[in-house]
């Protein structure tokens, strides 16, 4: 027995979805092109026939209550289905189509190029859009169903998300190699106290979206000398040869940010007694519906990424110490 639904039903969850994302029934209606009386009039709508409050309203500002955190992962799983299923039967005979979207880090998009292009040539049908993003990017892209999963690297578990781990990667400190640090090949963490440090800066500016000093290098003992903040791996590398301090980047970003130059000059120490592997894999939403082409996409790189600690095939030291 199939219940019948009013043939607005779906629109309305359309109008609590964005307006959940956002935080503003004004920026769901410029999102949807609707007026916001409208989108006002569907999460109305839809807190009558559930017979529940979706939102706390207190001075011109909406907080999702616990049954609209509810409702939204149900929207979010409810639509995945459907675009699952029409993809599903638009695709006659195993003909695979439609669209299929990732969120990934560049490191990680770099080392996807060869398989992504491969699929498409054996799935010619199949419409592949990647956005590169940051980790907390990939993470809300993935937890909001903006895409269908993401690619990335994380030192913590994300919430609503799971990790497929395919491959990690140790923390490295990369300096100048001749500089008058004084440090060991396994530095600890009071041989990073006074160092100048070059930090990963996200591209609002205001938080660094950096693994490490997000938690760990924050967490320690003695603050940090942060001289220069940069929203590039190669830029830090870059400033790095200047002399202008030193950097943490982990083998993976190492690996993906040293080109076009001559990077003998530096060195890179491992930090892992202390630090946090990255671990690398495929990040998927909780209780995920994938259409498809995101499934078939997803088993492709599952099968032919590399799994196991990463080994970088250059590095801009000639040797990493510690590391033999």
């Given at each position: 027995m199939i219940e019948e639904l009013g043939g607005d039903f779906f629109q309305q969850l359309r109008g609590f979805y964005y307006t959940a994302r956002t935080g503003s029934v004004r920026k769901a209606a410029q999102l949807m092109n609707?007026?916001?009386?409208?989108?006002?009039?569907?999460?109305?709508?839809?807190?009558?026939?559930?017979?529940?409050?979706?939102?706390?309203?207190?001075?011109?500002?909406?907080?999702i209550t616990p049954e609209g955190k509810r409702l939204l992962e149900w929207t979010i799983s409810t639509f995945e289905l459907l675009r699952g299923m029409k993809s599903d039967i638009s695709s006659p005979g195993g003909t695979l189509r439609g669209t299929a979207s990732i969120s990934s880090n560049l490191p990680f998009s770099v080392m996807a190029v060869g398989i992504v292009s491969a699929f498409r040539k054996t799935h010619p049908e199949v419409h592949i859009k990647i956005r590169r993003a940051l980790t907390y990017e990939v993470v809300d892209d993935v937890a909001s169903s903006r895409v269908d999963f993401g690619l990335t690297g994380m030192t913590t578990d994300a919430p609503h998300c799971r990790l497929e781990e395919l491959f990690t990667a140790r923390p490295l400190l990369i300096a100048p190699r001749d500089n008058a640090f004084g440090l060991p090949e396994r530095p600890g963490p009071?041989?990073?106290?006074?160092?100048?440090?070059?930090?990963?800066?996200?591209?609002?500016?205001?938080?660094?979206?950096?693994?490490?000093?997000?938690?760990?290098?924050?967490?320690?003992?003695?603050?940090?000398?942060?001289v220069l903040s940069v929203n590039n791996y190669h830029l830090m590398l870059r400033y790095v040869k200047q002399g202008m301090g030193v950097a943490v980047m982990d083998e993976m970003c190492l690996t993906a940010s040293s080109y076009g130059s001559d990077w003998s000059d530096l060195t890179a120490y491992p930090l892992d007694g202390f630090l946090p592997t990255v671990r690398y894999g495929i990040l998927l939403r909780e209780h995920k519906h994938l259409s498809p082409q995101a499934a078939a996409l997803i088993a492709k790189l599952r099968a032919e990424l590399p799994h196991g600690p990463h080994n970088p095939s250059s590095s801009p030291a000639q040797r990493i110490p510690g590391s033999e």
């Open positions: 609707r007026n916001p009386s409208t989108i006002s009039w569907q999460i109305r709508q839809l807190e009558q026939q559930l017979d529940t409050v979706l939102f706390d309203r207190y001075m011109r500002r909406l907080r009071d041989d990073l106290t006074g160092l100048p440090f070059i930090s990963f800066l996200a591209e609002n500016m205001e938080e660094s979206g950096d693994p490490y000093f997000d938690t760990s290098l924050r967490s320690l003992p003695h603050p940090l000398d942060i």
